[in-house]
């Protein structure tokens, strides 16, 4: 894909989801300013898809009529080094969900970061060892203390017992 095609791709694609929106928006929502109440429920979501979709619109036209660097450019949008890095990304990223599932998000975000950090980084292990512990315990520190808000442990729950008992 070149540039070219991926600026023309991305307003298109945006476009589309502005309608998109712009018509859920007047589903059963007022999409108006009520007299003494402000907005309508739909009022902002119609209004700021609106703007997304003429800005979207003028870049089509612009990418159409080769008017910026961008829409005349044929290189390629993306190499294959970049390619292989978000490819490797996302892959991380899924595994990271789906062991949450399983194992816990604490578990899985040590995997993960260790992955991220070490294996793909190659940043030193004081690096990787200092945010694999202190990451996970940030965001449980905010979430389940803080918020009181549970965050999934899959089978790694048991371990969190004598943390409860501390907190409770």
Do not use: C
């Amino acid at each position: 894909m070149t540039v070219r095609m991926a600026e023309f791709t991305a307003a298109f694609l945006l476009a589309l989801g502005s309608i998109g929106l712009m018509w859920k928006s007047t589903d059963g929502l007022s999409i108006g300013w009520i007299p003494g109440n402000g907005p309508g429920s739909g009022f902002w979501p119609f209004w700021l898809s609106l703007i997304m979709l003429l800005s979207s619109l003028t870049t089509l036209y612009r990418a159409w009529a080769g008017k910026t660097p961008q829409s005349r450019s044929n290189e390629p949008f993306i190499d294959r080094e970049t390619f292989q890095i978000v490819g490797v990304t996302v892959a991380a990223l899924f595994f990271l969900l789906l062991g949450t599932s399983y194992i816990g998000l604490y578990l899985s975000l040590i995997a993960f970061l260790f992955f991220y950090l070490r294996i793909l980084g190659g940043h030193s292990w004081l690096l990787t060892i200092a945010l694999m512990i202190g990451i996970p315990v940030f965001i449980f520190m905010f979430f389940e203390i803080l918020m009181t808000v549970p965050l999934p442990k899959g089978i790694s729950e048991p371990l969190f017992y004598p943390i409860y008992d501390l907190m409770y």
